[in-house]
């Protein structure tokens, strides 16, 4: 059963960078079968797709956050990861790592749990 | 940009039959998935490809998308499925949309 983990501190300073990790087990992120995403949601408000990576190379962004985001994949500890810059607190929220399904970026079909980052001084 | 629209909030009563809708321009030429979302729950895929279930999905969730229009449709709605539900499809150039979400409240 795949399992998705995120990782990483709760709270980060404006104008710093969020860095955030999503172990995967039960899986590879080696396979050329997928790619991996990163989707939030702030309190009480609903969901924001903020990109998607294959190990590969190839990525999406949603393009108001492209200039701010990386996403990249390492295999070696089978972890993908994402890193947002220059952040406010409307970056406050909960953020989810998860999985597209195989040879498709159209929806989403495995999740992690989400961790909650707080933008604040 | 590409927008999925949907109505903030529902209710309907045990075993009445619910339709949340999800509208988008041309919606219908795209693939619709939707999601439900339990408070303080990660979301979990009900449909994808407009009415396709993933396994362990109860049969009384189904789907379609035509027009401008998709919609879910909980047959037999129980307790339990009372949740937060969101559309998402992928778009040629804002790729994964979702939309703002409805609430449905089983009472």
């Known amino acids: 059963q795949l399992q998705l983990q995120e990782s990483g501190p709760g709270l980060v300073k404006p104008s710093e960078t969020l860095s955030l990790t999503c172990t995967v087990s039960g899986g590879s992120t080696r396979s050329n079968s997928y790619h991996w995403g990163w989707i939030r949601q702030p309190p009480g408000k609903g969901l924001e797709w903020i990109g998607s990576?294959?190990?590969?190379?190839?990525?999406y962004f949603h393009p108001s956050l492209k200039s701010r985001v990386i996403i990249s994949v390492d295999t070696s500890k089978n972890q993908f990861s994402l890193n947002l810059n220059s952040v406010t607190v409307a970056d406050t929220a909960v953020y989810y790592c998860?999985?597209?399904?195989?040879?498709?970026?159209?929806?989403?079909?495995?999740w992690g749990q989400g961790i909650l980052v707080t933008v604040s001084s | 940009s590409y927008e999925l629209t949907q109505a903030p909030s529902m209710s309907v009563s045990p075993g009445q039959t619910a339709s949340i809708t999800c509208s988008g321009d041309k919606l219908g030429d795209k693939y619709a998935s939707w999601y439900q979302q339990k408070p303080g729950q990660s979301p979990v895929l009900v449909l994808y490809q407009d009415d396709k279930r993933p396994s362990g999905i109860p049969e009384r969730f189904s789907g379609s998308n035509s027009g401008n229009t998709a919609t879910l449709t909980i047959s037999g709605t129980q307790a339990m499925d009372e949740a937060d539900y969101y559309c998402?499809?992928?778009?040629?150039?804002?790729?994964?949309?979702f939309g703002g979400g409805t609430k449905l409240t089983v009472l």
């Open positions: 990576v294959h190990y590969r190379g190839s990525t």
């Open positions: 998860a999985r597209h399904p195989p040879g498709s970026v159209e929806y989403f079909d495995y």
């Open positions: 998402q499809a992928w778009d040629s150039s804002s790729f994964v949309v």
